[in-house]
T-cell receptor, first 113, second 110 residues
């Protein structure tokens, strides 16, 4: 299947700092990518839809000014968690669709201390 | 609000038996349904997707869809200890992201 690469796989940051997570489609072009967040023992919750060349679409309750999404090319979307707080600690996962299938990145474990 | 419901389990099944995982969804407009397996601390991996009413088989896995009842299931035959994981049911399609259930924790007992 297609490969979606996410980096970094884990990151620890201090409260108040910003963290950037990258999501790349390695062998296909993705005009749309999706960002999910998963808290412990919870399911994946869609945060936003990243669209190449246009603004991201955020789900209800997700602060667009806190979670900045940039989709500058057909193979790269980035999520920046700004002014991170301990409650932002979570597993962040990106996804890209190829035809009918959604392929997921490896996920990024963010811990804010 | 689109919702996907799953029993969180844990569901314990003896090795070699059939594991049956169930899922219901609220959005009658949903067209596509997916089953993902997620190991602890890892990203989900796709097992199967199904669009049409009826059964779809792939190796030891069979997905079943009943749109009238808004019900999706996954059967795992000849269960192996390596099948122990959380199984996520999801609906979605087209340009939309997926709506996931909370997942069913499956334990295959050797």
């Amino acid at each position: 299947g297609a490969v979606v690469s996410q980096h970094p796989s884990w990151v620890i940051c201090k409260s108040g700092t910003s963290v950037k997570i990258e999501c790349r489609s390695l062998d296909f072009q993705a005009t749309t990518m999706f960002w999910y967040r998963q808290f412990p023992k919870q399911s994946l919750m869609l945060m936003a839809t990243s669209n190449e060349g246009s603004k991201a679409t955020y789900e209800q309750g997700v602060e667009k000014d806190k979670f900045l999404i940039n989709h500058a090319s057909l193979t790269l979307s980035t999520l920046t968690v700004t002014s991170a707080h301990p409650e932002d600690s979570s597993f962040y996962i990106c996804s890209a669709r190829l035809n009918t299938e959604a392929f997921f990145g490896q996920g990024t474990r963010l811990t804010v201390v | 609000q689109k919702e996907v419901e799953q029993n969180s389990g844990p569901l314990s099944v003896p090795e070699g038996a059939i594991a049956s995982l169930n899922c219901t969804y609220s959005d009658r407009g949903s067209q596509s349904f997916f089953w993902y397996r997620q190991y602890s601390g890892k990203s989900p991996e796709l097992i199967m997707f199904i669009y049409s009413n009826g059964d779809k088989e792939d190796g030891r896995f069979t997905a079943q869809l009943n749109k009238a009842s808004q019900y999706v299931s996954l059967l795992i035959r000849d269960s192996q200890p390596s099948d122990s994981a959380t199984y996520l049911c999801a609906s979605g399609g087209g340009a939309d992201g997926l709506t996931f259930g909370k997942g069913t924790h499956l334990i295959i007992q050797p």
